[in-house]
């Protein structure tokens, strides 16, 4: 049996149909015979016979023979039962083999019925007849009828219906509702013709009146489409947004959502509220909904970018090149949202750049340091005067992209009000299983998130929300050595301070010596906002000069620098050369980078009353508390001392809060160097959380500790034994300058500091 494929042909049980010798052998690659058998089979598309495949044909078929070959170049196939297509073979010589199975009719349809419905549909086609030359000649041809399907097929050259409308006729099993689809099909093509040449004869029948309005619609849709392009200048406004709609590849929800706002729009015309909707409309139709194309992305270029743009960082830089593989071999966004946390000034959110830069995509910053509302996350609600977007969706707004790269600067500067928690309303935006159908309140129909890459900043996570720091991978930004911060202003900070004041490389030389006195005695961060500032300050003071008409070229030494800075130098902690008992030298963690301190004790005259001073916060206290109780035990022969005197512990610079467990052992050091009069090196330093048990516990921020012990002049530092992996993200030249003794005990920090019990 011969295999017939179709497409945007209608086919019907029992119905004549005609068809051009030339295509059905150029088809089926044979030639017609009288009599045949085959079986049609309706593609999906409309392919060549070299282009079939066994997934090419619709699962539903019609048996047919050949009922007649014309000498005019056409066949007539007569049509019988339905088929179901079990399965198909194509194979090389773009043959078709099919295993059918008969499909029986539902014979729901009555008679009567049938014969009042093929009158009707007569009567329609003989008056439509008549506007045509032949329309006498037709109306024998038209009387030859037998069912509303050889109507319907006669008619199908004729037809706009698509190929997926013409097949869901051959797919119903009932009769009668098959009846209705194909009398549908009929007058709505009817009314469509109708209205290109007698657009003023309106049908009285109700369901006549209802294909006439589907018509009449389609053919406004298509003569508005060509005035647009006639004369462009001349488009109203509300057509633009049709045309903005039409075009901007919305998905279904937010398709519906538009055209239900568009019509409001047009009904409401110059009212009050047509600038609300204008507006949303506006915003929503020039959203970027359609899904960008994954760009091939290369390490080395990637690697390349990074490098350039910024100095050191070779940790960040390797976890981001990991996450540009893993992105790179899935071709889709993947992997966790970085959270890059660190001191100001090391390069946070400029890395966010050259991430984008490396990816070849677009960049977007969002600011959501202060955010008190939900609603600056998911925007507000379209009932509320002054309604706007989220930053999130503004952002995705303006860089005009579906897959940018999004900086979420400063996340630990969210804090929560009776207008909600903002960082509540980011857990979905940041959440890969939520946000590929975020919600804004503004726009109230889902968006795709899950194409932008995300990366949050912040300076510190105490105040981050733990459900929200578990969505995120933190990166630790380390603060800047001397050495990397003089790579930095020499590479990028100085060269583009000069830019940006029209500095030419022969009018400014700032030397070596002094950018490095500037880190050193003008700076006090752990990166390098403070140093960028200063060498603004710089090119500013030569920019004056060039104005003035003086010198054409300045040369910055440190001999000069004092007068072209105009600024003192800074004063920073730097170990005395006394030591005195009772004094030892911490280390402490600040968001601009590490400091040490002085813990300080004296014992006066009392009832062993414990005086805590410096500003200290709640845990600092009780580490000072425990210190006194792990004294008393360790020294039990001096308890006596602390009951009979007053104990002052004091942390100079009290304008400045602290607080953290991490020094524990510094306070306890210091009791005992108090309680046994002896002095311990300033040069001596320690960072550690004490237990009661005297156990020394890990601390955080440890490569900012140690800068700092190096920059005041420290040769020793007493660190927790749990804390040694993390001296791999020390600098070398920091390591190599200090002797790092790594404890588990605080008994071993004073057998060390010679303050044995």
């Known amino acids: 049996m011969n295999v017939f494929p179709i497409y945007n042909i209608l086919v019907v049980p029992d119905a004549n149909i005609y068809i051009k010798t030339d295509t059905y052998e150029k088809v089926t690659g044979r030639s017609a015979v009288a009599d045949d058998k085959l079986v049609i089979v309706v593609a999906k598309e409309d392919l060549k016979r070299e282009e079939f495949a066994s997934d090419s044909f619709y699962p539903i078929g019609l048996r047919a023979t050949i009922a007649e070959v014309n000498s005019n170049g056409f066949i007539m196939l007569r049509t019988s039962n339905r088929v179901n297509i079990d399965d198909v073979a194509v194979y090389r010589d773009h043959t078709i083999d099919l295993t059918i199975s008969r499909r029986n009719d539902i014979n729901d349809l009555d008679p009567e019925e049938a014969r009042r419905k093929l009158y009707s549909v007569k009567t329609a086609m003989m008056k439509f007849s008549e506007s045509f030359q032949w329309g006498q000649a037709a109306r024998g041809f038209i009387a030859q009828w037998n069912s509303i399907g050889e109507a319907a097929v006669v008619m199908s050259p004729w037809m706009l219906s698509s190929n997926s409308e013409r097949y869901a006729v051959l797919a119903e099993d009932s009769v009668a509702k098959r009846t209705e689809l194909l009398e549908k099909l009929i007058y709505e093509n009817l009314e469509m013709n109708k209205v290109n040449r007698e657009a003023e004869h309106a049908q009285e029948e109700d369901h006549q009146k209802i294909y006439r309005e589907s018509a009449i619609r389609k053919q406004m849709e298509y003569l508005q489409r060509e005035l647009d392009e006639m004369n462009p200048e001349n488009v109203t406004d509300i057509r633009k947004l049709e045309i903005k709609i039409e075009e901007s590849g919305m998905n279904e929800t937010a398709r519906k959502e538009a055209d239900k706002v568009l019509s409001r729009l047009k009904h409401e015309g110059q009212g009050a509220e047509s600038a609300l909707l204008y507006d949303y409309l506006d915003f929503l139709a020039g959203l970027p909904w359609k899904k960008e194309k994954p760009k091939d992305i290369s390490l080395d270029e990637a690697a390349k970018v990074l490098d350039e743009e910024h100095y050191g960082l070779k940790k960040v830089k390797e976890r981001i090149i990991q996450q540009i593989a893993v992105m790179s071999l899935k071709r889709q966004q993947s992997g966790s949202i970085l959270l890059f946390v660190g001191a100001p000034g090391t390069g946070k959110t400029s890395i966010g750049q050259s991430i984008a830069k490396a990816l070849q995509r677009e960049y977007v910053r969002v600011s959501l340091g202060g955010a008190r509302d939900e609603a600056d996350i998911r925007g507000h609600r379209r009932t509320y005067i002054g309604a706007m977007p989220g930053r999130i969706m503004d952002g995705i707004s303006k860089c005009g992209v579906s897959n940018p790269v999004m900086v979420l600067d400063e996340v630990d500067k969210l804090y929560g009000s009776y207008n909600g928690d903002p960082a509540s309303a980011l857990l979905e935006v940041l959440d890969p299983e939520q946000n590929s159908t975020f919600t804004d309140h503004y726009l109230n129909v889902p968006y795709d998130l899950s194409n932008v890459l995300f990366i949050c900043t912040a300076n510190s996570l105490d105040s981050i929300p733990e459900p929200l720091l578990n969505r995120m991978e933190v990166i630790q930004f380390q603060g800047y050595t001397p050495i990397e911060k003089l790579q930095i202003a020499k590479r990028h900070l100085l060269p583009k301070a000069m830019r940006s004041v029209g500095l030419k490389d022969e009018q400014l030389s700032v030397t070596d010596e002094a950018i490095e006195t500037i880190i050193t005695d003008y700076t006090r961060e752990g990166g390098v906002r ?95 508390q425990i210190a006194v109780s792990l004294v008393k035990s360790v020294y039990p022969d001096k308890a006596e001392l602390l009951e009979k005197n007053d104990l002052h512990i004091h942390v100079p610079d009290g304008a400045t809060p602290k607080d953290g467990p991490s020094a524990g052992i510094a306070l306890t050091s210091a009791i005992a160097s108090l309680l046994n009069g002896t002095p311990v090196s300033p040069a001596v330093a320690m960072t550690g959380e004490v237990s009661l048990r005297g156990g020394v516990n890990p601390i955080g921020g440890l490569p900012e500790k140690l800068m700092a012990a190096q920059r005041a002049g420290v040769k020793k530092v007493f660190i927790p034994s749990d804390n040694i992996e993390d001296l791999r993200d020390v600098a070398e030249e920091v390591r190599s300058s200090l002797e790092i003794i790594p404890v588990k005990e605080v008994s071993e920090v004073l057998n060390a500091l010679e303050l044995k019990p």
């Open 530 to 624: 403070g140093l960028k500032k200063r060498l603004e300050t710089l090119c500013r003071t030569e920019a004056v000069e060039l104005v003035r008409g003086g010198s054409s070229s300045l040369t910055v030494t440190p001999e000069n620098l004092r007068d072209v800075l105009e600024d003192h130098p800074i004063p920073h902690r730097h170990v005395p050369e006394n030591a005195r008992p009772g004094v030892i030298t911490g280390l402490a963690w600040t968001p601009v980078g590490g400091e040490i301190l002085y813990i300080e004790t004296l014992l006066t005259k009392g009832t062993g009353k414990l005086t805590i001073t410096g500003r200290l916060g709640d845990v600092m206290k009780e580490s000072a």
